[in-house]
């Protein structure tokens, strides 16, 4: 039996709002080196806790418990990878990893680095979050597939996830 059907015959993936996440950042110093072998400069910065508001999730993330590895590439571009434990508010524990990029000219990075807020219109961070959670009412975070927007305001971070449909 031949496929009849056509590239583009098959509805389109939606976006649904599922949830937002301000991260706080430990106020401690910041790893930054250059790493053999590469152009970029590796950092790190560790999670300080934060809040999960939102219509299907709902919780805190855990104070210290991970934290995000960037990359920091010539030209402004910051490919990052983070890792931390949510906890929802009937205290289940969540498990992310968070990876995305992000651009900005060097002097608005230079700025997001000195821990000022930088408007919407003057960064682009796209992120692509996967989720390990245990059996419950919030396993459908482990089978959903997430896209999510970010932004730098001054000493926090805010992230809003969207399931795609």
């Not at 900005?104 to 000022?116: D, N």
């Amino acid at each position: 039996m031949a496929d009849d059907s056509r590239p583009g015959d098959m509805a389109p993936p939606g976006l649904a709002f599922a949830f937002r996440i301000l991260l706080r950042f430990d106020p401690g110093p910041r790893l930054r080196f250059e790493p053999a072998h590469r152009a970029g400069r590796r950092g790190h910065v560790a999670v300080a806790g934060g809040e999960i508001t939102g219509p299907r999730l709902q919780g805190r993330v855990v104070p210290l418990s991970g934290g995000d590895w960037p990359m920091f590439w010539p030209g402004g571009l910051v490919d990052f990878e983070a890792h931390y434990q949510l906890e929802a508010t009937d205290g289940t524990p969540i498990y992310i990893h968070n990876r995305g990029i992000a651009w900005s000219s060097p002097e608005v990075l230079a700025r997001i680095e000195a821990g000022q807020s930088v408007a919407p219109h003057e960064t682009y961070c796209r992120i692509t979050p996967r989720f390990e959670v245990p059996a419950g009412p919030h396993d459908w975070l482990g089978r959903t597939l997430f896209v999510g927007t970010g932004e730098r305001r001054g000493a926090h971070s805010v992230f809003d996830y969207y399931a795609v449909t």
